[in-house]
């Protein structure tokens, strides 16, 4: 896959061979005549740049057709498009906060049924669906408790009952996870996180499948003008080349802070796909067979963590003596950021309705020297007044 990603040719009819895809920075192009026209017209229908891009992104995941946009929530929305009034969707109860306020505040209200199930619990999503369900929409690993979905085996019950699966894989990215290798009808990312990989630039995609479903969301990235302008659509382009690098330090410099923090008293729960710890193994518990599904979908657990303290003033306490780790939403750029998600990524969810511990802390490891992160995160550590164990002595800032 890496090798795909930096050896793709993003525009093999251009006479000049160039090395990067050209910026189509032009609102329309010009026809041959009155009655003959080119590919493009407008670019708000397509454009060279994002026909590179999309081309890419849809061989990433293996499917029939990409289409980008303009974030990842006008993605996630777009999805849902493929729902007509009467309707019913399923979505993960741990999932980002803006899907839970776009299911709840904007769909619902044209007239589709929405249900929040614990997916990775499969009788769950069996109890709930209905006659009327038409798609049961997940994250594996989820936002941000990271709950593990056994995806080959709800896509297979789900098509038996002609139910589509939709899968947002912002969290692996195709680097780490093949979704629609795994049963699923559509994928969705946020490419605002590890495909520009640097949080400067906004974009989602949605990857179909099948081309039944690829002709909907074309008509309404078209018909609602939510594409990705061609500028985004380059430094996307250019992210994904050096995504392969990001992916693999960030998530070597996970493991080894998911390992620290699972050595420290404050730490009264630990959420990280790609770590288990050694009592939960030996009582087997839903954490290891969490564990162990996972690594038979994905060949990573990415750079996305999260732990409870059992205490929301030391969890703050936390967070704000940190210096390295930068207090902010979203993920998957090269610098380390950390939240508590009831304060900002989820947010959104009325207090009546929010299921997450209050003081949860989501952290999202960047590329730096492990050294210095770990000593960051002991920094964090002595601020709560909690006793710790310190951490390896490297290098310090």
């Given at each position: 896959?890496?090798?795909?990603?930096?050896?793709?040719?993003?525009?093999?009819?251009?006479?000049?061979?160039?090395?990067?895809?050209?910026?189509?920075?032009?609102?329309?192009?010009?026809?041959?005549?009155?009655?003959?026209?080119?590919?493009?017209?407008?670019?708000?229908?397509?454009?060279?740049?994002?026909?590179?891009?999309?081309?890419?992104?849809?061989?990433?995941?293996?499917?029939?057709?990409?289409?980008?946009?303009?974030?990842?929530?006008?993605?996630?929305?777009?999805?849902?498009?493929?729902?007509?009034?009467?309707?019913?969707?399923?979505?993960?109860?741990?999932?980002?906060?803006?899907?839970?306020?776009?299911l709840?505040?904007?769909?619902?209200?044209?007239?589709?049924?929405?249900?929040?199930?614990?997916?990775?619990?499969?009788?769950?999503?069996?109890?709930?669906?209905?006659?009327?369900?038409?798609?049961?929409?997940?994250?594996?690993?989820s936002?941000?408790?990271?709950?593990?979905?056994?995806?080959?085996?709800?896509?297979?019950?789900?098509?038996?009952?002609?139910?589509?699966l939709?899968?947002?894989?912002?969290?692996?990215?195709?680097?780490?996870?093949?979704?629609?290798?795994?049963?699923?009808?559509?994928?969705?990312?946020?490419?605002?996180?590890?495909?520009?990989?640097?949080?400067?630039?906004?974009a989602?995609?949605?990857?179909?499948?099948?081309?039944?479903?690829?002709?909907?969301?074309?008509?309404?990235?078209?018909?609602?003008?939510?594409?990705?302008?061609?500028?985004?659509?380059?430094?996307?382009?250019?992210?994904?080349?050096?995504?392969?690098?990001?992916i693999?330090?960030?998530?070597?410099?996970?493991?080894?802070?998911a390992?620290?923090?699972?050595?420290?008293?404050?730490?009264?729960?630990?959420?990280?796909?790609?770590?288990?710890?050694?009592?939960?193994?030996v009582a087997?518990?839903?954490?290891?067979?969490?564990?162990?599904?996972?690594?038979?979908?994905?060949k990573?657990?990415?750079?996305?963590?999260?732990?409870?303290?059992?205490?929301?003033?030391?969890?703050?306490?936390?967070?704000?003596?940190?210096?390295?780790?930068?207090?902010?939403?979203?993920?998957?750029?090269?610098?380390?950021?950390?939240e508590?998600?009831?304060?900002?990524?989820?947010?959104?969810?009325?207090?009546?309705?929010?299921?997450?511990?209050?003081?949860?802390?989501?952290?999202?490891?960047?590329?730096?020297?492990?050294?210095?992160?770990?000593?960051?995160?002991?920094?964090?550590l002595?601020?709560?007044?909690?006793?710790?164990?310190?951490?390896?002595?490297?290098?310090?800032?």
């Amino acid at each position: 896959p890496s090798t795909a990603m930096v050896a793709f040719n993003p525009a093999p009819n251009d006479p000049f061979k160039p090395t990067s895809m050209p910026i189509y920075q032009s609102a329309t192009f010009i026809q041959p005549s009155s009655t003959d026209f080119n590919d493009y017209d407008y670019t708000r229908s397509g454009n060279p740049t994002r026909t590179a891009l999309e081309t890419l992104v849809a061989g990433m995941e293996g499917a029939h057709a990409a289409f980008a946009f303009s974030t990842g929530m006008a993605a996630l929305s777009a999805m849902t498009r493929i729902l007509q009034h009467g309707d019913e969707i399923l979505c993960n109860a741990d999932i980002y906060g803006g899907m839970y306020r776009l299911l709840g505040k904007v769909v619902a209200r044209n007239g589709v049924s929405v249900k929040f199930v614990e997916s990775w619990d499969m009788q769950n999503v069996v109890k709930a669906i209905g006659p009327n369900t038409k798609i049961v929409h997940i994250e594996s690993p989820s936002n941000p408790l990271m709950h593990v979905t056994d995806m080959r085996k709800l896509s297979k019950f789900l098509h038996s009952k002609d139910i589509l699966l939709t899968v947002d894989n912002t969290i692996l990215t195709p680097y780490l996870m093949l979704p629609l290798e795994l049963g699923a009808d559509i994928v969705v990312h946020s490419a605002t996180k590890f495909f520009g990989g640097h949080a400067d630039t906004m974009a989602g995609f949605v990857c179909c499948k099948y081309e039944k479903h690829a002709k909907i969301i074309a008509f309404h990235q078209n018909a609602e003008g939510i594409a990705l302008s061609p500028f985004d659509c380059f430094l996307i382009l250019r992210g994904i080349k050096t995504m392969p690098i990001r992916i693999d330090k960030g998530q070597s410099n996970a493991m080894k802070v998911a390992e620290f923090l699972s050595r420290q008293p404050l730490v009264k729960k630990l959420h990280y796909a790609g770590f288990l710890r050694e009592e939960d193994r030996v009582a087997n518990s839903e954490k290891a067979q969490a564990y162990a599904m996972h690594k038979t979908q994905a060949k990573g657990a990415g750079v996305l963590l999260s732990f409870e303290t059992g205490s929301l003033k030391k969890s703050q306490q936390f967070v704000d003596a940190l210096k390295l780790f930068k207090i902010t939403v979203s993920f998957g750029g090269c610098g380390s950021v950390v939240e508590m998600p009831c304060m900002l990524s989820h947010a959104s969810i009325p207090a009546d309705e929010l299921v997450l511990p209050r003081d949860l802390v989501r952290m999202s490891i960047g590329v730096e020297d492990i050294g210095d992160l770990l000593a960051d995160i002991e920094i964090g550590l002595k601020a709560t007044g909690s006793p710790f164990v310190p951490a390896p002595p490297r290098s310090r800032m």
